[in-house]
């Protein structure tokens, strides 16, 4: 049986998963169909040999339901990202970031604290965030991870990665000390 012909026979049961996720899914009917569609079409071409009809239907289905899930998913983290928090964006009621770190009218004011402003901006925005909040405002990374809807684990391996690039650019002494008062 030819793609096209199984596409065919099988319309009725496409248009059955493209009802069904649709409701998931911020697209047009058409939309969400035609993604079935190609689903089906990739895993019908990709089926193993096999003499059965049923296996190739089976694993085409498979195949397109796979492809509505990670649209699925694609859209559930287009709903949770956030907007970046730039250092030195302003922020309604809190300052920005960097007034965390104390500067030099600050009688906090040590030569580290030009080591660390430094360095925090050499690292991505993420990475700032998350470091900024973790370290100097004193949220768990736990909860962190639960405010930008990613994982505990995606969280603390951020950190791990952050606090590696922030190690090397700053003295060796500057840094044991942030992490000892922090």
């Given at each position: ?11 009725g ?36 040999e ?17 492809l ?28 920005c ?86």
């Open positions: 049986m030819t793609t096209t012909q199984a596409l065919d026979k099988h319309n049961l496409i248009h059955y998963w493209a009802r069904k996720y649709q409701k998931s899914l911020d697209l047009d009917y058409d939309d969400v169909f035609q993604i079935a569609q190609i689903g089906f079409v990739r895993g019908w071409e990709q089926a193993p096999n003499p059965s009809e049923d296996y190739h239907k089976n694993y085409a289905i498979r195949s397109a339901r796979n509505l899930n990670g649209e699925r998913k694609k859209q559930g983290r287009l709903k949770r990202s956030h907007n970046l928090i730039y250092l030195d964006q302003q922020l309604e009621g809190v300052g970031l960097l007034d965390l770190i104390p500067g030099p009218d600050d009688p906090e004011y040590d030569d580290n604290s030009v080591y660390i402003q430094a360095a925090l901006k050499t690292l991505k925005p993420k990475d700032q965030r998350l470091l900024m909040h973790v370290y100097f405002a004193g949220l768990p990374a736990t909860e962190y991870a639960d405010h930008e809807g990613i994982t505990h684990q995606a969280a603390s391996h951020r950190l791990k990665k952050a606090l590696t690039k922030l190690k090397a650019a700053i003295p060796k002494p500057v840094f044991q000390e942030l992490l000892s008062t922090r």
